[in-house]
Structure formats: C-alpha cells, structure tokens
C-alpha cells in the first residue's frame, strides 16, 4: 500500500534516516552544480538570497515537525517516478538541448520531491511542499532568462520611478534606458541602477519571504491561496520601493553613482517592507477570509457534549 498507518517511532528515525542519506546522495550527484550556485550566490549580491534558504528551510521543518511526524507512512512507490523524472529532465537538458545552468538546476527540484515522497508518503510531500518552494525560489536566475521572463515589468517599474521622483520638490528626473538622471536644487547626477540583474533576483527573495511567512504556521487552504494571489503584488511593490529609496538616498544623500550606501539601504528596507506586507497579508487573509459556514440545521456540539 501507498499509505498505512503511521509508523513506530523506530522506524519513523529509519526513515529520518533513509531520506538523509538519500538526500546526500542527491547533493553529491549536483556536487558541481551546487558549487556553481554558491558562488554565485557569495559573489553576486543579487543571489545571496539563497544563503538564507537553508535557514528558512530548517525553521519550516522545525515549526513542522510534529504534523511530519504525525503523517510519516511506509512512502509511495511514485516517489521513484519522480526521481526517474527529474532525471531524465537533467540528462535531456545536458544532451541533446545542451540547456545548461539554470534549466538543468530545476531538475533537482522534482529529485528531492520524489525522495520525500519515496520515503514519507504524499501526505509529507504536501507537508514538505513550501520546502520546495523555496528551494524553488532560491535557485540563482541567469541573465539570460531573465531577460526573458522579468524585462517588461522591470521596465514599468522604472518608468514609475521615474514619475515618483520627479514628483520630488526641486528635482527633474529623466529616464533614460535602464538609467535615471537628476537635476535640480540638489545637483545634478545619474541613479545607477544598471546592475546585472537590476534587482531580478530579489523578486525571488521578495516571494521566498511571503512563502515563509505564509507558511510558518498551518494554515487553511483558502488563506493559502488569498497569500498567492497576493504574492506577486507584494514582490512588485516591495521592488519598486526598492528602486524609489534607491533614487531619493542618491539624490540627497549626496552620494554618487558608483556609491554602494543608496543600494545596501534599500534593499535592506525593501526586504524589511517584504516581510512586513506578507505578515500583514496573512493578518488581513484571516480577517476577511472565513472558513466556510455550518450547514442550515447543523448545530455546534456543546462542552458538555463533547466532556461526555
């Protein structure tokens, strides 16, 4: 059987176990992709977002650990589909499409799902689902696909930013490609925000945040899916805060363009305001989004029921 019953608590550590020893396999077999990935993330500023992610996994899987435990089976024999899946997805991305770096890194995603769900059955794959989300997220995105997949809203953030500034008393801003130029009261000078990505993987940061905070507790399906619906909006904002702060700290601060203080500070207050928006998120989603009502005729049992 797929599932049974819940097992002892000496083969509930054998499959701890298992999936450890498992899962070092998998990171051996990735050993070269994964060290591609932590360099990036220790040299380019814009993906060290993933330092954090075995952080935020480790605290979910702590916060959890009682209902894994509780939903621990004998595993499912689909796990090993999902292995041989992720597999040939990462033998096909080397060879023939030679899709290397970030296609073939999504591959380990599906491999470790399939391993939790080899060992632990689909209810600790559900359970382990914000995991690997993050995981997810974490993954550093190439230049070149984000080219493709983040250029059209980045250029309508710039051009907001650029309307918001020049709101400013005493301030003329231009945009002029990924660039914006000042002049006014203040002096005159550029906001350089051509950096590699311009900010494309703190989009992924931004939404590692809401799937933390949205995820931290168990929650009911429906505020689950009110926070995803709002995950994106949180993202957008929050980098086009970061971007705002950015522009107003050079223009007076009096820093220059090759100044890193305008970046550290707000992207420092933008991931601030990230995990802020989604607490608020949650709050508001619990508040507004009810749980369905008791059918016409159904009464609540009492205490006194429920003591007897």
Known sequence: MANAAPPSALNGRVAVWQLLILLGVCLLAFRRSGETIMRLALNDGESAHLLAAPFLIGLLVLRRRHELKLQLSRGSNWGVAFVLAGLTAHAAAQWPFNFTGYPSWLTMVPIIAGIILTVGGWRVLKLCGPMLLILLL???????????????????????????????????????????????????????????????????????ITVFVTFASIRAPWQVAAMGFAAAPIALICNYSRLAMWGAVTIYGGAGPLSPYPRIIATTLSLLGAWGLSVLGVLVASKIVKPPQPRPGSRKPRPAEISE
């Open 138 to 208: 974490a993954i550093p995105i190439t230049p070149r696909h984000y080219a493709f997949l983040i250029i059209g809203p980045e250029t309508l953030t710039l051009r907001a930013v650029q309307v918001t500034l020049d709101l400013l008393p005493g301030v003329f801003v231009e945009l002029a490609g990924p660039e914006l130029s000042y002049f006014g009261s203040q002096g005159a000078g550029h906001i350089a925000l051509g950096e590699p990505h311009r900010g494309a993987s703190l989009f992924l940061a931004y939404l590692s």
